[in-house]
Structure formats: C-alpha cells, structure tokens
C-alpha cells in the first residue's frame, strides 16, 4: 500500500523559508518519480517541482526555479522541498506525488498518488 504523508507547511512573511517533507513508503522507489504540486483556491492543481528517485535528475517549474528546490533522502525514503524568498502568491496547498516514468512530468494526471496535502501561507 503506498502512502505519502507530507508536513512541514505553516505561516510565513513574504521572503521566508520552509521546507517541506514527504515521507513516501510502499514504492518501488527504484522506478519512480516524486512530484510536488500545489493548489491555490479557486485555481487549478499546479506542478511546482519533480525528482526522479534512481538519478536525482529534477525539473522545476519557471514560477518557482531559482527559489525552490526538491531533494530526496533515500535512507529516509523522504523527498524535499526547500522554499525560499516565499511570496503571497506561493500560498496554496501543497501536496505530494508519486508514478512511474519521466514523460510529461508536469501533468498532475499522471501522478497515481497522492498525499493528504499541507498548507502554506506566505503573508505580505
């Protein structure tokens, strides 16, 4: 059964840090990749940042490239994300991800699972 369980969202003031964490289990982490993604009310689901688990090869979104970036752990089996110089705009949930295969690595359809999500607000 997989399971990804994410924490580490909270307030911030505009120019802050956080960082998030996923702990992933029952993967076959070898063949997968972990997204994050993040969704803003009344907006859609939105990729924010992507890490294959055998490489360490990542793609990030424009909206957050120089600012955030994904990590992993694998001892802990737990994927990143470190989020700096946060803006209002930032806020949303942010969720967690996980599939198999690198093709359109953005699109949240392809992603067959997913974690609870954790809040971020950044406030200005």
């Known amino acids: 059964q997989v399971q990804l369980v994410e924490s580490g969202g909270g307030l911030v003031q505009a120019g802050g840090s956080l960082r998030l964490s996923c702990a992933a289990s029952g993967l076959s982490f070898t063949r997968y990749v972990m997204g994050w993604f993040r969704q803003a009310p009344g907006k859609e689901r939105e990729f924010v940042a992507a890490i294959m688990w055998s490489d360490d090869t990542t793609y990030h979104a424009d909206s957050v490239k120089g600012r955030f970036t994904i990590s992993k752990n694998s001892a802990k089996s737990t994927v990143y994300l470190q989020m700096n110089s946060l803006k209002p705009e930032d806020t949303a949930v942010y969720y967690c991800?996980?599939?198999?295969?690198?093709?359109?690595?953005?699109?949240?359809?392809?992603?067959?699972?997913w974690g609870q999500g954790t809040q971020v607000t950044v406030s200005s």
């Open positions: 991800a996980a599939r198999s295969g690198w093709v359109a690595v953005a699109d949240a359809g392809r992603y067959a699972n």
